[in-house]
């Protein structure tokens, strides 16, 4: 495992006039606002909207987005099949409970750790890549819903039962916590010397390796780390809904929905699959639940626009205006901010 | 004393077809090296096998009488090698000031070249930029310092020159020569013989894979093989 290192900047150029001091004020403020926003938003939740089901499932899609964050985001791997680490996450942790009578956060720890084990399995699948990447996972995270499925110490016909474990708003809690140190894996992804070569890598493994990088080493701890956020989503899961077939933790739509969330609010910022997720799950409980068709209809629509028009997701509309698409520097107009002298 | 790096009858083969074969060579300590040979005749093969983009198919490669053949790139890198890249590759999704950041110097390298890497190619005014900002010419001065805070002992420069204007052409001549005043030692692929001239003391001529010619660039000019192999390809 690489030494882990202090949140070094990286990231600002010498010489662009304010103070080091006040540089290192608005980093650290850049940090710790979206985690303050973040934790008090969802932990109003319930009083804003009192369905712990509903918010709950609304963390574990946050969890689910920022683990393809991770590894789409920052890796350029994308991963159909990542809903497998979510039912690795779910049946590490509910055959824990049954045949070990584990407690709850031992049990959200043998999710993870289920997870962190499925993606070492799998890490081969790196070599790979674009769609071939993408197939293969798909193909594997079927592979293990079969056997899920199948055998009876899976509790494959007979479907999983669970005793309760936590209260719903225990859960809750919980769940945002998990949110909340989801975001600061992130951003230490985004702003370390990690996450800067995750970057290179995504932009030439040959050129990155030769800065020194080890590309495989660092690629497959960042594949790492979002099985475990998603063996985390799917634990939470698990002790959210204590009776479940197998089908349901491998439904290949929660992919999808990672997917769109993440890259709908932008992938490689931290925020953005947090306010990606919140925006989408709220209008699939608003309109998608009574209605599938039309949410089927808008995600499909979203895809092809968000491609088009939006590459960097929502929270690129106010990020550094070389983030922003063209169309949405001439709509606002905003006076360019001054380039460096020459 | 043995040489900084030595190369030991190394052939690399895609396939069928051998692009090198039966190569030998030295570099010593702070040694200035030309690389020269018309085109196809495996220069940058050679250099992707020193530097770990490609295994090669025979041979061994010691660096300090450490074997390091078939090494990967980034454990090259923190052993004190490093290369540019014919076509330069600057990390394009970063900016100019991180595509420097993400390297971390070789913990055996010595050579602390005292400067900032930025400030000595001269891009360190347009440090906040992103790659794609930025001129061919300036690419590839950010290949070289990328290269450089690698802090090299041995740096392989290919066709740096290439495709500059007269001026830079004097610039990136000057980058070289200062280098090898602070002891780097230097292999340089280049078909310019003026700039080359302003470089290296010694070449190795190759052709079609293998080395035919050693010594100084004057006596190879005057080299009735090298003569032949360079007008060869040009009638
Ligand atoms: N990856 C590869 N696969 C197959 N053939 C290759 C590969 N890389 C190089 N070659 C072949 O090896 C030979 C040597 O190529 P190389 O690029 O090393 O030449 P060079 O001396 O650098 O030429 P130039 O002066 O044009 O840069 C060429 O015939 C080239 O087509
Ligand atoms: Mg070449």
Not at chain 2, 99 to 113: E, I
Not at chain 2, 131 to 139: F, I, M, P, Y
Request: aromatic residues 10%; neutral net charge; contains cysteine.
């Amino acid at each position: 495992m690489p030494e882990l290192e202090s949140l070094e900047d990286v990231t600002t150029p010498p010489g662009t006039g304010a103070s080091p001091a006040r540089h290192a004020a608005a980093r650290w403020f850049g940090r710790i606002a979206p985690l303050v926003v973040v934790g008090a938003v969802l932990g109003a939740g319930p009083s804003l909207y009192n369905n712990l089901a509903f918010l709950t499932t609304l963390a574990i899609y946050i969890l689910l987005a920022q683990g393809v964050n991770i590894v789409y985001g920052f890796t350029g791997y994308l991963p159909f099949g990542f809903v497998g680490f979510f039912g690795a996450g779910i049946y590490g942790s509910s055959l824990a409970i049954v045949y070990w009578h584990v407690g709850g956060y031992a049990a959200i720890a043998l999710g993870a750790l289920t997870s962190v084990v499925a993606a070492l399995i799998l890490s081969p699948l790196l070599r790979l890549s674009g769609a071939y990447f993408a197939l293969a996972t798909l193909a594997a995270s079927q592979a293990l819903y079969f056997i899920v499925a199948n055998e009876s110490w899976t509790f494959g016909e007979s479907g999983m039962s669970l005793p309760l474990l936590f209260s719903p708003t225990a859960l809750y809690v919980i769940s945002v916590v998990a949110v909340v140190v989801a975001l600061i894996v992130v951003l230490y992804v985004r702003d370390s010397h990690f996450g800067l070569s995750l970057r290179a890598i995504r932009s030439d493994a040959v050129s990155a390796a030769m800065a020194g990088v080890n590309v495989v080493r660092t690629r497959t701890i960042a594949w790492l780390v979002s099985a475990a956020l998603a063996g985390v989503a799917g634990a939470l899961w698990a002790l959210m809904t204590s009776a479940f077939y197998a089908e349901t933790p491998f439904d290949l739509t929660i992919s999808v929905y990672a997917i769109v969330f993440a890259l709908f609010g932008g992938v490689r910022t931290a925020v953005g699959p947090v306010v990606g997720t919140v925006v989408l799950y709220s209008l699939y409980q608003y309109i998608g639940i009574s209605n599938p068709q039309y949410f089927e209809l808008i995600y499909g629509l979203l895809i092809v626009v968000l491609v088009l028009f939006l590459p960097g997701g929502l929270t690129s509309l106010v990020g550094g205006r070389g983030d922003r698409p063209a169309w949405w520097n001439r709509l606002v107009r905003r006076r360019a901010a001054p380039e460096v002298a020459p | 004393m043995s040489a900084l790096l030595e190369v030991r009858d190394v052939a690399k083969s895609f396939g069928a077809f051998v692009a090198l074969s039966g190569v030998s060579l030295d570099v010593a300590e702070g040694q200035s090296l030309g690389l020269v040979g018309p085109n196809g005749s495996g220069k940058t093969t050679l250099i992707n096998v020193l530097s770990g983009v490609y295994k090669p198919t025979h041979g061994t490669v010691r660096l300090r009488g450490r074997d390091v053949t078939g090494l990967a790139s980034h454990r090259l890198c923190g052993l004190g090698m490093n290369r540019t890249f014919q076509v330069p590759r600057p990390l394009a999704g970063l900016t100019v000031a991180e595509n420097v950041a993400l390297v971390r110097p070789s913990r055996h390298g010595t050579a602390d070249l005292g400067f900032d890497v930025l400030e000595f190619v001269g891009l360190a005014r347009v440090a906040a930029r992103r790659v794609a900002a930025l001129t061919s010419g300036e690419q590839k001065l950010l290949d070289l310092a990328r290269a450089l805070a690698a802090r090299p002992d041995v740096l392989f420069v290919d066709e740096l020159g290439a495709g500059l204007s007269p001026s830079e052409l004097d610039h990136v001549a000057g980058l070289l020569r200062a280098l090898r005043e602070r002891g780097l030692a230097l292999v340089v692929v280049e078909h310019l013989m003026g700039f080359l001239e302003q470089v290296v003391d010694q070449v190795v001529v190759l052709n079609a894979g293998t080395p035919i010619f050693a010594g100084t660039l004057r006596q190879a000019i005057a080299d009735p093989r090298v003569i032949e192999i360079f007008l060869g390809t040009h009638a």
